[in-house]
C-alpha cells in the first residue's frame, strides 16, 4: 500500500511527485510569495533541492506519510502533504500554491480533497492546520471548509501560530477497517 495515492478534484490532480517535478518544485518554493508563512520562509535553492530528494529518499521510499504534486491541466501548480506531527498531536494538513492560482477557489478545492482523504482513508476524527495570524487568506479558506481556531501556539520570536481544527462530522462515522 501506498502512503500517497492519486486524488482527483473537479480541477485538480494530486498525484506522488515524479522525478521530473524537481524545477517546478524548486520554483514553487523559490517564490517568496509561496514562503512567506511556510516555516521560516524561503531556503535556498540548495535546501530546496535537497528536500525534493528527501520526498524520494526518505518520504517515498519508508512510506512515512502522503505528499502531493497538486496539477491542474497537466501543469504543477502546487504542493499538499498531510503527516502526523507533534506540534498538533495528530495530522496537519499543509498545502501551497503558486500565486498565479490564487483567488479562483482551487486552496479550497484542495484543502477539502486533503481533509477528505485524512476521514476516509486515514480513518482521523480530526485534521489540524497551523496559520499565522496575519496570513488572512488562508484562515478564510479553511474558516470557509469548517475548521475552527482552537489554541494558539507560542513562537521562539515572540509571535504566535493559530491552531485550527477540523473534526469529522457526527453523522460521519469512521469506516470500519
Known amino acids: 500500500m501506498t502512503t500517497t495515492p492519486t486524488l482527483r478534484t473537479e480541477r485538480l490532480l494530486l498525484e506522488?511527485?515524479?522525478?521530473?517535478?524537481?524545477?517546478?518544485?524548486?520554483a514553487l518554493?523559490?517564490?517568496p510569495?509561496?514562503?512567506?508563512?511556510?516555516?521560516d520562509g524561503t531556503a535556498t535553492e540548495a535546501e530546496d533541492r535537497a528536500l525534493f530528494g528527501r520526498i524520494f529518499s526518505k518520504v517515498y521510499a519508508q512510506d512515512l506519510f502522503a505528499v502531493w504534486a497538486v496539477?491542474?491541466?497537466?501543469?504543477?501548480?502546487g504542493h499538499a502533504e498531510i503527516k502526523a506531527t507533534d506540534t498538533v498531536a495528530g495530522h496537519e494538513l499543509v498545502y501551497a500554491l503558486t500565486p498565479e492560482v490564487w483567488g479562483a477557489g482551487l486552496g479550497r478545492e484542495l484543502a477539502e480533497a486533503i481533509v477528505?482523504?485524512?476521514f476516509d482513508a486515514l480513518d482521523l476524527t480530526e485534521v489540524h492546520a497551523t496559520v499565522a495570524p496575519a496570513n488572512l487568506a488562508s484562515l478564510a479558506v479553511l474558516r470557509r471548509i469548517g475548521f475552527e481556531h482552537v489554541r494558539d501556539i507560542a513562537e521562539?520570536?515572540?509571535g504566535s501560530t493559530h491552531?485550527?481544527?477540523r473534526r469529522r462530522p457526527a453523522d460521519?462515522?469512521?469506516?470500519?477497517?
Open 156 to 158: 521562539d520570536d515572540g
Open 116 to 118: 477528505t482523504h485524512g
Open 16 to 26: 506522488p511527485y515524479v522525478p521530473e517535478d524537481e524545477e517546478a518544485f524548486v
Open 29 to 31: 518554493f523559490q517564490n
Open 172 to 177: 460521519q462515522p469512521v469506516p470500519a477497517s
Open 71 to 77: 496539477r491542474r491541466d497537466g501543469a504543477l501548480i
Open 163 to 165: 491552531v485550527l481544527t
Open 33 to 39: 510569495q509561496v514562503t512567506r508563512w511556510m516555516g
